[in-house]
């Protein structure tokens, strides 16, 4: 492990924590909940927590731009040539807000760095449980500062699913992946989902689609260093930095089993094309 993104990682963690102590004080006292759409909340916390974290990054990495759920996207300072540093901090303060909104305690604080194009640094905190997942891309995926790996289960039908097949014959899908696996669960916060398969408590995480950036961002580089495969459903990169909105996909997975995953996904949906 190197010390590359030793100051990023310390920050973040440290932000994560303030953020996640503030999540905690107003936990079931929440002053507003307004409606994105019909099955999404905003709440006064989103936004008062969101402008905490964007008001440290700007005083401590004043050169980086800034991707945040809720007041979007911030740029960076420009160099003399005119040109950006190619870094941007990817920002959900509160993922899992509907679940925050209605005392449901799985929620969390998500942090990711981006430099040139790939996540560099994630850090995933879980108020309700005091855990902090976090990685860099030169290091290992650590639960409360201690190393942590991916499910080292050898079947399928013992794995732990985190599990949202989206779309037309979403439903349909998941009934038929359900009796290959031990159980399927679908939580209400991706990204904690998402870390989640760093050490194993979920064996894999599948959505195939309506995850943002913010999602995976920190998450998805966390499940990568506890040594999951990471990809999209076609087996691809799982990070696009030009993938805006809700569009991204992930299939997380240990590697005994990743491959298994993805052509099951990939059967699936050619059966139901036929069926029609």
């Not at 993104?5 to 920050?11: G, I, M, P, S």
Request: hydrophobic share 45%.
């Amino acid at each position: 492990m190197t010390d590359r993104w030793a100051a990023e990682l310390a920050f973040a963690t440290d932000l994560a924590r303030r953020a996640g102590a503030l999540l905690t004080e107003s936990y079931e006292r929440l002053e507003r909940i307004d409606y994105k759409s019909k099955r999404d909340v905003v709440t006064n916390a989103d936004y008062a927590f969101e402008h905490l974290v964007i008001d440290a990054i700007k005083a401590r990495f004043p050169g980086d731009a800034i991707l945040a759920e809720e007041s979007g996207e911030h740029a960076g300072v420009l160099r003399d040539d005119g040109s950006y540093n190619g870094r941007t901090w990817v920002i959900d303060p509160l993922d899992g807000t509907v679940n925050y909104a209605n005392g449901i305690p799985y929620y969390c604080v998500s942090i990711g760095l981006v430099e040139d194009g790939r996540p560099s640094v994630g850090v995933i905190f879980d108020p309700a449980r005091d855990d902090l997942y976090a990685a860099t891309a030169d290091g290992p995926a650590t639960l409360n500062g201690a190393a942590v790996r991916s499910s080292t289960k050898e079947v399928l039908s013992d794995y732990v699913v985190s599990l949202a097949v989206i779309g037309r014959g979403g439903l349909t899908r998941e009934r038929r992946i359900a009796p290959l696996i031990r159980i399927h669960r679908r939580m209400g916060s991706a990204a904690l989902s998402l870390a989640y398969v760093a050490n194993g408590r979920f064996d894999a995480f599948i959505q195939n689609g309506g995850l943002s950036p913010w999602d995976v961002a920190a998450a998805g580089l966390i499940a990568e260093r506890g040594g999951a495969v990471v990809t999209n459903v076609r087996g691809g990169p799982w990070w696009d930095a030009a993938l805006t909105g809700p569009r991204a996909n992930v299939v997380a997975a240990p590697a005994a089993q990743h491959a298994a995953m993805l052509q099951l996904l990939a059967s699936l949906k050619t059966t139901l094309q036929t069926r029609r």
